[in-house]
């Protein structure tokens, strides 16, 4: 499966921004999605994750509250609606997408096979 990353912009404090990473080659309903964020000099880390299965959803601390993440079958793909944005959100971000991520792994990059380009995302204050 390919992943397309999109939506990034330059947004104010308080702005809301959605993401979208888009999958063509495969059906998108059978794989664990999630996105993950990076900035210069720091490891990717893991912002919200949507299983396969039943469509759970499990949320970083840092943005629990504030972004949401959902499937949009009919267009075969994964929106990160993203709300009251701080400037601490400010990084590139990355979606990611495997069939076999258990919940142990969900928040690690390593688990996944498949990585979108990033959209960068900077939030001004």
């Known amino acids: 499966v390919q992943l397309q990353a999109s939506g990034g912009g330059l947004v104010q404090a308080d702005d809301s921004l959605r993401l979208s990473c888009a999958a063509s080659?495969?059906?998108?309903?059978?794989?664990?999605v999630a996105w993950f964020r990076q900035t210069p000099g720091k490891e990717r880390e893991f912002v919200a994750g949507i299983f396969r299965s039943y469509g759970r959803t499990y949320y970083a601390d840092s943005v629990r509250g504030r972004f949401t993440i959902s499937r949009v079958s009919a267009e075969n793909t994964v929106n990160l609606q993203m709300n009251s944005l701080r400037p601490e959100d400010t990084a590139a971000y990355y979606c990611a997408a495997s069939q076999n991520i258990i919940f142990s792994s969900l928040r690690q990059p390593s688990a996944y096979h498949y990585w979108g380009q990033g959209t960068l995302v900077t939030v001004s204050s």
């Open positions: 080659g495969r059906t998108f309903s059978g794989y664990t």
